[in-house]
T-cell receptor, first 116, second 110 residues
Framework: GAVVSQHPSRVICKSGTSVKIECRSL??????MFWYRQFPKQSLMLMAT?????????EQGVEKDKFLINHASLTLSTLTVTSAHPEDSSFYIC????????????FGPGTRLTVL | AQSVTQLGSHVSVSEGALVLLRCNYS??????LFWYVQYPNQGLQLLLK??????LVKGINGFEAEFKKSETSFHLTKPSAHMSDAAEYFC????????FGAGTRLTVKP
């Protein structure tokens, strides 16, 4: 099946620093990648959608200057949390879909961000 | 707009018992429907998906789901629960993007 990886799996950082999370599709070229945020015991909240080579589309209420998304290639998307604060602590999950199976999203294992 | 509603935030069954997790959808067009499972501190794993080929969809780990248009439902079942099935289960509908239900936590008692 389609495999998506995320790195790092866990990160702890100090308030005010920036953190980059990578999302890679390992065995397919992802036409679209998605970034979600999940709070404890809650469902996934879509943050943004990114297509390779174009700017990401952010959901209402998500600050694009705070959550920078880059989708530079068909296999890599990055999410950078800039000037992180404790309220940014969360579980971030990416997903990807590919041409030929455009209705299905394949998810990465998630990244646990803790901001001290 | 498409949406799904999962009935019951928490379901508890005994090992070996039938598992039934409920999902109802709302869609103005024929939907693509999915069930995903999430284990603690992990991403979502695709269990199965409905794409209009067959109303009864078989997935991994012995799970299956039946698409019922008349009831706008896509309930997930497994005949016999195993301890390893304990996890969070999400129903989702796909359109321009994917909309998830609130999730159902399945607990399996020994």
């Amino acid at each position: 099946g389609a495999v998506v990886s995320q790195h790092p799996s866990r990160v702890i950082c100090k308030s005010g620093t920036s953190v980059k999370i990578e999302c890679r599709s390992l065995d397919f070229q992802a036409t679209t990648m998605f970034w979600y945020r999940q709070f404890p015991k809650q469902s996934l909240m879509l943050m943004a959608t990114s297509n390779e080579g174009s700017k990401a589309t952010y959901e209402q209420g998500v600050e694009k200057d705070k959550f920078l998304i880059n989708h530079a290639s068909l296999t890599l998307s990055t999410l950078t949390v800039t000037s992180a604060h404790p309220e940014d602590s969360s579980f971030y999950i990416c997903s990807a879909r590919f041409r030929g199976d455009t209705d299905t999203q394949y998810f990465g294992p998630g990244t646990r961000l803790t901001v001290l | 707009a498409q949406s799904v509603t999962q009935l019951g935030s928490h379901v508890s069954v005994s090992e070996g018992a039938l598992v039934l997790l409920r999902c109802n959808y709302s869609s103005s067009v024929p939907p693509y429907l999915f069930w995903y499972v999430q284990y603690p501190n992990q991403g979502l794993q695709l269990l199965l998906k409905y794409t209009s080929a067959a109303t009864l969809v078989k997935g991994i780990n012995g799970f299956e789901a039946e698409f019922k248009k008349s009831e706008t439902s896509f309930h997930l079942t497994k005949p016999s629960a195993h301890m390893s099935d304990a996890a969070e289960y999400f129903c989702a509908v796909s359109g321009e993007d994917m909309r998830f239900g609130a999730g159902t936590r399945l607990t399996v008692k020994p």
